[in-house]
């Protein structure tokens, strides 16, 4: 069985950093990628920032230059880690793992950007 837990979210003022964990169990064999989603009230979910079972790491441009995903598919561990964040950076995130073609989810860890 897939499972993913998150961590790390909650408040932080405009300007602040956060870094987010992930760890995940089993599905172990046949994963393809693990990343990062999030989901903003009123919005659909997007991606943030992945990393392929070769070490190829992409980012949506929301997430370039202030943004840093890192891990160890193989550990079941990705991590994200967050600089410079924004008000429109208020999301819950989500963990996200691609094992044989078939999407799993954290239950995700809200982060919000306030002052």
């Known amino acids: 069985q897939v499972q993913l837990v998150e961590s790390g979210g909650g408040l932080v003022q405009p300007g602040g950093s956060l870094r987010l964990s992930c760890v995940g169990s089993g599905g172990i064999f046949g994963i393809n990628s693990m990343g990062w989603y999030r989901q903003a009230p009123g919005k659909q979910r997007e991606l943030v920032a992945s990393?392929?079972?070769?070490?190829?790491?992409g980012y949506a441009e929301l997430a370039k230059g202030r943004f840093t995903i890192s891990g160890d598919i193989a550990k079941n561990e990705v991590y994200l880690q967050m600089n410079n964040l924004k008000p429109e950076d208020t999301a819950v995130y989500y963990c996200?793992?691609?094992?044989?073609?078939?999407?799993?989810w954290g239950k995700g860890t809200l982060v919000t950007v306030s002052s």
């Open positions: 990393i392929s079972r070769g070490g190829s790491i």
């Open positions: 996200n793992k691609n094992v044989y073609g078939i999407n799993y």
